[in-house]
Structure formats: structure tokens, C-alpha cells
């Protein structure tokens, strides 16, 4: 019990998550479920023309037909009508073609209110059977148990079991893309099944580039610094020169381009991580670049933490002519690009020059089994887990948003069918992602109470960015903060 009050406690913690998807519009809104059945569409000429043995019959027969169908519930944190609308055509379309199973998706506005709805699920003793997490909160999904000490989730490489079909749908598992697999796989096992995969790219306005002198997007730090002095210049050019949200998630991918860690046993990978680094060399090389940047008028601060919306708006306006964002919204800001009158071209996130570039990770989220399911209800989840990613319908779900195609199949198709040839933007996440080294620091750390820490980067961050603050003296006070956070974690969970 001690344990499921601490997991209740640390989802209450629960922040804005690692890239834009996390910002999604829109209320909780729950699907409704099909109507009862046919007999109650029927008109009264009908009924009166049954007689009641008739009646009672088909009644009958019709409630064990509605008692036959496994219903999957599946929360997700999108409530937008492009990613909502995609994932209930999508379960509509499985349903059509698994007559036993209803998948009702139900939609929340974040992955903070996934997760709060899900502690208080837990806690009656009902959770759904599809959960959707974000990467950051793989370790408490990992720890998190329940009031007799069962694990709350199931791993899915445990679930399929060898099986290469689950009701007539082929397993993909095995097929997921590398960056995605390798964040999720623990001890050889797949926990979750990747879906909604991102990376960090910068969108450079080629127009406002041209017009300085500059014929490719800087691929560094000293290039982005070079760029800006360049763009400052014009005599009508915009007010400041590149913006990107203020989220450790940011910081985050600074380490693994530089082959840091942001925590001890090899990012959390060989043990359990018992230490957070957020003082290393790298990482105030990158905060201190950031704070020089601002300081100087290239970079701009929206002064909102986690400011998705205003920075993306900042480069849609054309007053910044960069932007580091989340490559999960390519498909929207290359059309937004397109509407307004400029050509933007997707690059890597910029890195230190002066250290080997090691590699970006992913961001993003999966899609988790609860345990102690039902043999039929697992294979209803891990049959609609799979549909849900196979080729056609993976591929679709990054030509929609922007999220990478999360099987290799996926992207063979897009290949074949010329898209990348079309939007060569999209490929650009994948590439970098393909990019990094096989090593924890570019893999991603597991971290408990990860969200929490991200916060306390973000804040510091904040105070350093508005305040002036010394780089080196408040990531130290950052530092001590975020490492009680994951003491007081572990003193729950690490025995």
C-alpha cells in the first residue's frame, strides 16, 4: 500500500510532458458506447406483429450477442480532432473487422491528466486496458504496483509470447524502428508498444536565411551564432533570430549529442539510476550557450515555461527565422510555412562543435497493457496494439502529424510510394534518429520521478534566462534539488 500511494502521489506530479503533443487542445470527452441493440430500433408494427415468445427470444439472443463482445478501453492524451479523429477511425476499423471486440477510446487534453485519471483508476481498482505514457514516465509505469504488490502493467514482449499473429493481425513488435525500441526495451523486453515517436529538429525560414547570405540551416552551434550576427544585419529582417520552448526536454538532447548522461549506471540502463547529473561540463556548456544566446537578442524568450504555442507562432510570424521544436508537428508547421508565404526547410537540432556529436533521442509516447487481464482481453489489447502500427496505418499516422513511422515496414512503404520525395521534411527525424550511436546517453535515461526533475531543469532554466542568474551556481542548487526528488523516489521503489 505504502508503494501505490507513492506511485498515486508521484502521478499527481505529473508536468507538461517532452514536445508539443503534450500541449494537445481540447477536454476529456468520453466515446460513447454503441446503442444496446437492434431490437430496440425496431417500429412498433413490428413488435406488435412478434408474438412475445418471438420476442423474448430475440431479446435474449441479442444479450448474449452484447455479452460476447470484449470491450477494450483505450485512454489516450490527444483530444485534437486530427489525432483523435485518427485513433477512433482507427478502432472503429479494427471493430469492423473483429466482431468480439468493441475498442473505445476515450480522449484527455494531456498526458498529465492521462495520468492523473489513471491514479485514481488504479486506486478503484479499474484501469483501462490501453494506457498512453509519454517516455518520461517509463520507470514509474515500471515500478508501479498495486495494493497486493502486482505489477499494474504487463510487458507486451511477455504477452505475444513468440506469437508472430494475434487474432489474424500480424505482430509488429519485432519490427518497431531502433531509437523507439531501444528507449522501451528493459532486460530484453519490450514493455510498451512505441507509438507517438518524436525527435528535436530546428525549421529554418529559407527565405529570411537566402536573404542573409545563408544557403543551408546552421548544423551548429557556432553556425547558429554565425546565422544570427548574418540575420541581424538586414535591414528588414526579423526582430530576433531563433526561439525554442523552454523544457528540459531540450536539455535532455543536448546531453545525448554530446554524449552525456543525465544519470549514473549508464543512464539507468545497467541498475537502477540512484543519481541525477545536471551539473556535468556538458550540460553547462548547453545552458550557458542558451543564457549567451538570449543575453545577446538572437534567442528569445516567450517567458512562459513549456511555451509550445508562442514559439511556434514567433516562427509562423515570421519574427524569428529558426525554430527547435518537436518534429511531431512537421506536417502542420511545413503547411503553416506554405500558407504564409515562406519555404522552411527541417534540419538536425544544433549541436556543440566542439564535442563529437554522439546522437538526439526520442520523445514521444507508448502505448501500455495493464496486467491481470483476461487471456481474451490481452489478446483484444495486443491484437489492436499491432493493427493500430502495422505498415498502411503507421505510415498514415506520420504523413497526418510528423511523428517518425514507428516500423521499419512503415517507412519501406513511404519510400515506395515517393513521399519522402514530396515532403522531404519528414524525413529529417528519422535520419537523426538513425544517426545516433548505440549508447545510453543518446538512448535516453530511465529515471524515476523524471517529470518532476525535467521541471526543476525547466525552472532553473527560467530563473537564469529572466533573472540573470549565474549558470554554474543555480544548476548546482538545480542539481541538489533534483537529486532529493529521485532520493525520495527511490526510497520507495529501489529497495
Known amino acids: 500500500m505504502k508503494k501505490l500511494l507513492a506511485l498515486l502521489f508521484a502521478m499527481a506530479l505529473v508536468a507538461a510532458a517532452c514536445s508539443s503533443e503534450e500541449e494537445s487542445a481540447g477536454t476529456p470527452d468520453s466515446t460513447e458506447a454503441p446503442a444496446d441493440g437492434e431490437g430496440d430500433a425496431m417500429d412498433d408494427e413490428e413488435g406488435d406483429a412478434m408474438d412475445d415468445e418471438e420476442g423474448e427470444a430475440m431479446d435474449d439472443e441479442e444479450g448474449e450477442a452484447m455479452d460476447d463482445v470484449i470491450e477494450i478501453e483505450m485512454w489516450i492524451a490527444f483530444s485534437d480532432d486530427a489525432r483523435l479523429n485518427f485513433t477512433q477511425d482507427r478502432a472503429a476499423e479494427f471493430n469492423a473487422r473483429q466482431s468480439g471486440y468493441n475498442v473505445v477510446v476515450t480522449p484527455f487534453d494531456s498526458y498529465n491528466t492521462v495520468f492523473e485519471q489513471t491514479a485514481l483508476a488504479i486506486e478503484d481498482g479499474s484501469p483501462p486496458e490501453i494506457i498512453h505514457f509519454f517516455e518520461a514516465a517509463t520507470q514509474d509505469a515500471l515500478d508501479a504496483i498495486d495494493s497486493n504488490g502486482d505489477p499494474i502493467f504487463k510487458s507486451v514482449t511477455e504477452a505475444v509470447a513468440g506469437r508472430t499473429e494475434i487474432l489474424g493481425e500480424p505482430v509488429v513488435l519485432g519490427d518497431v524502428v531502433s531509437a523507439a525500441s531501444k528507449y522501451y526495451t528493459i532486460n530484453d523486453e519490450l514493455f510498451s508498444m512505441p507509438w507517438n515517436t518524436s525527435s528535436t529538429t530546428m525549421f529554418s525560414n529559407m527565405d529570411i536565411l537566402s536573404a542573409a547570405g545563408i544557403t543551408e540551416p546552421p548544423t551548429t552551434w557556432e553556425g547558429v551564432e554565425a546565422a544570427c550576427t548574418a540575420i541581424a544585419a538586414l535591414a528588414d529582417g526579423p526582430d530576433n533570430c531563433i526561439t525554442w520552448p523552454n523544457h528540459g526536454w531540450f536539455f ?27 551539473n556535468s561540463e556538458a550540460a553547462i556548456d548547453y545552458v550557458q550557450w542558451w543564457s549567451d544566446l538570449e543575453d545577446s537578442g538572437a534567442y528569445v524568450y516567450t517567458g512562459t515555461q513549456r511555451d509550445w504555442g508562442g514559439t511556434a507562432a514567433a516562427f509562423n510570424s515570421q519574427n524569428v527565422a529558426m525554430l527547435v521544436y518537436s518534429s511531431s508537428d512537421t506536417t502542420v508547421i511545413t503547411d503553416d510555412a506554405t500558407a504564409n508565404g515562406f519555404d522552411v526547410r527541417t534540419s538536425f537540432m544544433p549541436y556543440n562543435q566542439d564535442r563529437p556529436y554522439v546522437g538526439n533521442l526520442i520523445g514521444g509516447a507508448t502505448l501500455w497493457m495493464t496486467n491481470g487481464l483476461s487471456p481474451e482481453e490481452e489478446d483484444g489489447a495486443l491484437a489492436f496494439m499491432n493493427f493500430f502500427s502495422n505498415p498502411e496505418n503507421a505510415a498514415s499516422w506520420h504523413k ?25 521534411n519528414s524525413a529529417v527525424a528519422s535520419e537523426q534518429l538513425d544517426a545516433a ?26 530563473d537564469i534566462l529572466v533573472n540573470d542568474v549565474d549558470v554554474d551556481v543555480r544548476m548546482e542548487s538545480a542539481q541538489k534539488e533534483a537529486q532529493g526528488l529521485l532520493d525520495d523516489y527511490n526510497e520507495l521503489f529501489g529497495g
Open 252 to 278: 535532455e538532447q543536448s546531453l545525448g549529442q554530446a554524449g552525456a548522461d543525465l544519470a549514473n549506471n549508464d543512464n539507468g540502463r545497467s541498475a537502477r539510476a540512484t543519481e541525477v547529473i545536471l
Open 400 to 424: 497526418v502529424t510528423g511523428y517518425i513511422p514507428i516500423t521499419n515496414e512503415a517507412t519501406a512503404l513511404l519510400e515506395s510510394e515517393g513521399w519522402y520525395d514530396e515532403s522531404p
Open 437 to 462: 550511436a548505440d549508447t545510453p546517453a543518446s538512448t535516453g535515461a530511465l529515471l524515476g520521478n523524471f517529470v518532476a526533475i525535467r521541471d526543476v531543469v525547466t525552472l532553473a532554466i527560467e
